[in-house]
């Protein structure tokens, strides 16, 4: 029995394959990711967060960024390319943005999860950002109505910080006057 091989596509050949669909494509090291199409539900969470960022961010260091937006994740410690899509970035290092995506890493990270891609956010993507140094990611989950945060520790590892079920506030750490209420986010 023969097992099948991963295909891997250079850079190239992924923002070639990206200009001729309409789905949201993302590449870890020569792999191509699909994202699923938001639901109406994901949009209005997604749409709910930016809102309160954007009002939060304006004319200060950091901007927020949502999907489709590339990111494309780079480090002095880890090899190969990581074009990314999240659903909302903040971005305080601005050294990175381009004309079409940001080249560095993030300082905020915000995943809505689907029942197609929860496994991709909740171990892939969670491990991704914690490698490339992604200080706080938060993971929204519109199927439960809950919001799981993560910070950067000084040994590079992730610690959940907060998780918040249905009700109540939940508050980033990195930005501090980034407080959620749930009630009004579900």
Same mark, same amino acid.
């Given at each position: ?10 850079? /190239? ?15 870890? /090291? ?30 200060? /260091? ?23 899509i ?32 929860q ?15 992604? *200080? ?6 519109p ?8 910070t ?26 980034? *407080? ?7």
């Amino acid at each position: 029995m023969n097992i099948p091989k991963e295909s891997y596509i250079s850079l /190239d050949e992924f923002y070639k394959l990206r200009d001729q669909t309409k789905n949201l494509l993302e590449y870890v /090291d020569g792999v191509v990711y699909m994202s699923p199409s938001p639901s109406t539900k994901h949009q209005r969470i997604s749409g709910r967060l930016h809102a309160q960022l954007f009002t939060l961010l304006d004319g200060g /260091d950091c901007e927020v960024f949502h999907a489709p937006f590339d990111v494309e994740l780079t480090s002095e410690k880890m090899d190969g390319t990581k074009v990314i899509i999240p659903d909302l970035s903040v971005i305080c290092d601005k050294t990175g943005l381009n004309e079409d995506n940001y080249v560095g890493v993030p300082t905020l990270i915000i995943e809505i999860i689907s029942p197609s891609n929860q496994s991709h956010d909740l171990v892939f993507k969670l491990n991704l950002y914690m490698q490339y140094g992604v *200080k706080e990611y938060w993971i929204v989950n519109p199927l439960l109505n809950t919001v799981q945060v993560y910070t950067l520790e000084n040994d590079g590892q992730y610690r959940q910080m907060d998780i918040a079920k249905q009700s109540g506030t939940i508050q980033s750490a990195v930005l501090p006057s980034f *407080k959620v209420n749930l009630e009004k986010l579900f």
